[in-house]
């Protein structure tokens, strides 16, 4: 027969053993509980790339024809140039109205804008100003001449308006 010192030193060992065992356990809870968070924060940062992946590749497609865009507006300026020089009863002028309308609105479909600039408040983000007017009828700032129309992509600007800004008269 066990007498009750032996019984206390046993209970104190078993104590000792399972102060140890929650101790572990503890340490193997916190374990757990850290690599819970880092897996969420894994796959939270696997969803936000996905997410710029899918940005990025929808701006790619918007914005891949921008460099031709530009050379096309140039064929643009010389179609809106050619109506300006010719006159009205000249026969080839209905055809240069057609090819313009038509590739106004592929351009549009695009979406590529014309910027309204005439009459509008100089803005440099979508105008380059080239020269200043005197002009006593307009305030200073506003866009009186349009040398080169410009345009947008979507919203994101693909050639700036070349113009003439009013300026106060002396």
């Known amino acids: ?56 590749k929808a701006d790619i497609s918007k914005f891949c024809i ?14 809106t140039l050619a109506l300006s020089n010719c006159s009205n009863d000249d026969p080839i002028i209905k055809g240069i109205q057609l090819t313009l309308s038509e590739l106004n609105r592929v351009l549009e479909s695009y979406g590529i804008k014309l910027i309204e600039a005439l009459g509008a408040a100089f803005d440099p983000n979508y105008h380059q100003a080239l020269l200043e007017i005197e002009d006593e009828k307009k305030q200073p700032g506003i866009v009186v001449q349009v040398m080169q129309d410009g345009f947008t992509i ?17």
């Open 154 to 170: 979507y919203d994101r600007l693909l050639r700036p308006a070349l113009v003439g800004v009013s300026k106060k008269c002396n």
């Open 1 to 56: 027969m066990l007498d009750d010192k032996d019984r206390s030193t046993d209970d104190i060992k078993i104590n000792e053993e399972d102060q140890k065992l929650d101790e572990e356990l503890a340490s193997y809870k916190a374990k757990v509980a850290e690599l819970e968070e880092k897996v969420l924060r894994l796959l939270a940062d696997n969803q936000n790339m996905r997410k710029i992946c899918d940005r990025e």
């Open 66 to 79: 921008s460099d031709f865009a530009k050379n096309i507006l140039i064929i643009r300026d010389n179609l």
